[in-house]
């Protein structure tokens, strides 16, 4: 089981984003791709689910076309529907789905992301935090085999981001899926990832895929973490 | 609300002060106030109506035509939001028809249907429906189109079909100009139809009230008390779907 990119590039008009992005990542493991700000990270997910179409090459999930029904979305942005409350948002890609248990099923994930006591509050009345969380339960919701996840933490404080990166964990731990994680920032990349997908400046490419094999929970002061985080900030200057 | 009691005390003085100063001739508000209460619940002799009556068949015939008004203004607003060609056909005749006032439809209007069993109420209705289609038409289509390209895409991306996109998202972020266009929609239908009154015999109405008053001899506190009415029914129908807002939308 694996999802692959294979030889992906990408222009818009005369802008050449992705130049022949290639890495592959093992099925249910945890995967982050680090890049600096523009260099293409949104694009490469956009095209992973398919709502962007690549110039040039294909992305596989198992050997085959990678289905958007396959795909779970959480935005940099939280982009919630501010007319819906949290139970009925997490329930939206559902009610697409024309899933009957939509309203049970979005339960579920409502307390697995915590939020049990919010269920009837709209999203203006959320924190960030909070917000953030009802997206990724959207996304969760539906079951998908891949998570894609575009900065989803790039907007809150650091205190909060260092606890949303441990729960994320621990949903990843119940509930097994391929992740597929943008971030520009390294110490989350290194304290979430089993493997670094490393870009460079525009157009992108790969520029190196450094695993991480340090035990869970990791210790963001060890001597080890420290040193992946000095090669991937050699890696992006 | 002690501002707005001072403003209205601040209004009567200068009443006053006009009566007295007799720049113009004009009755006393106090008597004014006397002839409106008394013509409310007692039937004016000239018409044999009250002015309830009056305001009842004005208010009926706008709720009717501004009804017809917005089941179509609405739909048609949030597919012209969606479908731009649509829009660009749309649009295109509505830039001009929509600067003609309802009051210049209504000489064309009381003769287009002339030849009908009903032609006055066929005719104010047509007016309302001029007043109130508009300014919601326009309304609406500006929040659909606003619809942000990002909720859009979120929604391709947990695989939505456009028709789902038009029900899911683009008809409820429209919501709130669907509901500012009834209320102001509303508010011209309400101008229009007094409008209309004036200038055929409808048997009732507040703009026919007025008219025959003046016809028969200028009785002021009379047309005064028509117009006071016109303006409390016409501030209460704001308020009343400003507070119709909130409930609609409890996520504001
Ligand atoms: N639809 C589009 N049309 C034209 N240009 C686009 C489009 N989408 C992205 N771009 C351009 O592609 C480049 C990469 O954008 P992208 O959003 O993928 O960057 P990113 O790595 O996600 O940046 P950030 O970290 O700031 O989110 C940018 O220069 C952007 O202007
Ligand atoms: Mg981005």
């Known amino acids: 089981m694996a999802l692959e990119v294979l030889n992906v590039s990408k222009s818009f008009n005369e802008l050449k984003v992705l130049d022949g992005i290639s890495f592959k990542v093992k099925g249910n493991s945890f995967a982050c791709i680090i890049g600096e700000s523009g260099c293409g990270k949104t694009t490469l997910l956009r095209i992973i689910s398919g709502l962007e179409r690549a110039d040039d090459g294909e992305v596989l999930f198992n050997g085959k076309t990678v289905k958007i029904n396959d795909v779970g979305f959480v935005f940099q942005d939280d982009r919630l529907l501010p007319w819906r409350t949290t139970l009925k948002n997490i329930a939206f890609g559902l009610e697409i789905r024309n899933d009957e248990k939509a309203l049970e099923k979005a339960k579920e994930v409502l307390k697995l992301v915590g939020l049990e006591e919010f269920e009837n509050y709209y999203p203006n009345q959320l924190s960030g935090g909070m917000r953030q969380r009802v997206g990724i339960a959207r996304a969760l919701a539906i079951n998908p085999k891949i998570l894609l996840m575009d900065e989803p933490f790039a907007a809150l404080d650091a205190q909060t981001r260092n606890r949303m990166q441990a729960e994320l964990l621990e949903i990843w731990n119940k509930e097994k899926k391929t992740v597929l994680f943008v971030t520009h920032n390294i110490d989350e990349a290194v304290y979430l990832a089993d493997k670094i997908i490393v870009l460079s400046k525009r157009p992108a490419r790969v520029v190196e895929e450094i695993e991480v094999d340090l035990k869970r929970p990791r210790d963001r002061t060890s001597l080890e973490f420290v040193g992946i985080r000095k090669r991937i900030l050699e890696l992006l200057s | ?252």
């Open chain 2, 1 to 252: 609300m002690r501002v707005r009691f001072f403003a209205l005390c601040t209004f009567v003085l200068f009443w006053y002060v006009i009566v007295f100063s007799r720049i113009v001739e004009l009755p006393y508000p106090h008597k004014v106030f006397l002839v409106f209460f008394c013509l409310l619940f007692h039937p004016e002799p000239v018409l044999g109506k009250t002015l309830i009556e009056h305001a009842i068949a004005s208010i009926f015939r706008v709720l009717i035509a501004s009804f017809i008004a917005f089941v179509i203004a609405i739909p048609l607003g949030v597919a012209m939001g969606w479908f731009e060609r649509l829009n660009l056909f749309a649009s295109t005749i509505v830039e001009v028809l929509r600067p003609i006032p309802p009051l210049a439809w209504i000489p064309l209007a009381y003769i287009l249907f002339s030849k009908l069993s009903n032609p006055t109420q066929t005719a104010q209705f047509f007016i309302v429906f001029i007043g109130a289609f508009f300014p919601c038409l326009i309304s609406v289509v500006d929040a659909a189109r606003n619809t942000p390209s990002e909720l859009i895409e979120m929604a391709r991306a947990f695989n939505a079909n456009n028709r789902k996109i038009l029900s899911s998202i683009v008809l409820p972020h429209s919501l709130q100009g669907i509901v500012t266009g009834v209320r102001i929609g509303l508010g011209v239908g309400w101008m229009s139809i007094i409008a209309a009154e004036m200038l055929a015999t409808s048997g009732a109405g507040l703009g026919y009230f007025i008219m025959v008053m003046y016809e028969v001899g200028g009785r002021i506190a009379e047309i005064i008390s028509g117009m006071t009415l016109i303006g409390i029914i016409g501030y209460v129908m704001n308020l009343l779907l400003l507070k119709i807002e909130r409930v609609v939308m409890p996520w504001r």
